[in-house]
């Protein structure tokens, strides 16, 4: 499909990406008709909220790329761009054939979505060189001429809004030139159901186990001493390190005296260098984590038990 497609081809579209996401109705339309429109978006939200997989499903749907770039100090508009192969400057002297070309000119060129990650981070001249190509959807390159963008190119632009080190105060006409999506957590039942697909758990104990490790991971963001919780790859790494635990202890049912401890272990290994504390806060990932775990385990163990 294109950006001219028909609005009955718009549905379908949509009901085929739809089928490779779990949930995120509202989000995926929402990006999905900012884009459809001709338009360029950012994805504010914090990390493992299913930005990059609701974009690689809809460039997948409409068999184009995805160029990934990271924003950060080191992107200088030479990088987004591209530059000429030096050795071939020296051989044959500068042409649009020794010209190497960066993820922005790829992305124009294949009409492709430009998904630069972190866009906060990056330099302010090169934010304007992606403004500019942007607006005019096209680039001059010095000693390469003017490139002009294929239909179906993007710029989607991801900030993680907990983000606040090294990270450039983005001006009003920044803001002005883009669209803008605030993405959340996924509730918990979608939650268990990335997790389900992700790891193929199933059966009594591997459901049980991302049953808890949602729970737990869920449990990390609201905690008081946590600046910035896991998201659902500390759930999803959670269980599959829990089912390998079992298999090594010979755990296979959840409901033995030993799975509590076992599922602690595996939060352990998952989540801890996933929570990121207040600096005020005087513990440890550890400690938060003992108490999150209590909460579940020994507190409140019917809010655990299954049924
Ligand atoms: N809606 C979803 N459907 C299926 N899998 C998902 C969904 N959301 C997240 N996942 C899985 O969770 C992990 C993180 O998701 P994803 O990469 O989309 O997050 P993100 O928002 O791009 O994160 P980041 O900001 O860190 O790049 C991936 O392994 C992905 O497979
Ligand atoms: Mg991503």
Do not use: C
Request: no cysteine; net charge negative.
């Amino acid at each position: 499909m294109n950006a001219s497609a028909s609005t009955a081809d718009l549905r379908r579209s949509h009901d085929r990406i739809a089928e490779r996401v779990v949930g995120r109705q509202r989000e995926l339309e929402l990006t999905l008709a900012a884009v459809a429109a001709g338009r360029d978006i950012v994805l504010e939200g914090p990390p493992g909220t299913s930005k990059t997989t609701m974009l690689a499903a809809i460039t997948g749907e409409w068999g184009i790329p995805l160029v990934f770039v990271e924003g950060n100090a080191d992107l200088t508009p030479a990088k987004l761009v591209g530059h000429h192969n030096p050795a071939r400057v020296l051989r044959e002297d500068y042409s649009a054939e020794n010209f190497v070309p960066g993820p922005l000119i790829e992305a124009m060129q294949q009409g492709g979505f430009l998904y630069i990650e972190e866009f906060n981070r990056a330099p302010e001249d090169t934010l304007n060189t992606l403004l500019t190509a942007m607006a005019d959807r096209s680039i001059a390159v010095p000693r390469v001429g003017r490139i002009t963008a294929a239909p179906s190119f993007r710029v989607i632009a991801s900030m993680n809004p907990y983000d606040n080190v090294g990270t450039t105060r983005l001006s009003t006409s920044v803001h002005d030139r883009l669209n803008r999506l605030s993405v959340d957590y996924q509730d918990a039942d979608a939650e268990e159901r990335i997790v389900a697909l992700r790891t193929g758990a199933t059966g009594a104990l591997g459901e049980r186990m991302l049953r808890d490790a949602v729970a737990v991971t869920r449990a990390t963001r609201g905690h008081p001493d946590v600046r910035q919780g896991s998201s659902v790859r500390g759930a999803i790494d959670t269980t599959l390190v829990a089912t390998q635990l079992a298999a090594l202890r010979g755990l296979e049912v959840p409901t033995g005296a030993d799975y509590p401890e076992l599922l602690f272990d595996a939060m352990i290994v998952a989540l801890s260098g996933r929570i990121h504390l207040d600096e005020a806060a005087e513990t440890t990932p550890e400690r938060v984590l003992r108490e999150i775990w209590e909460d579940r385990f020994i507190l409140e163990p019917h809010e655990a038990a299954p049924g």
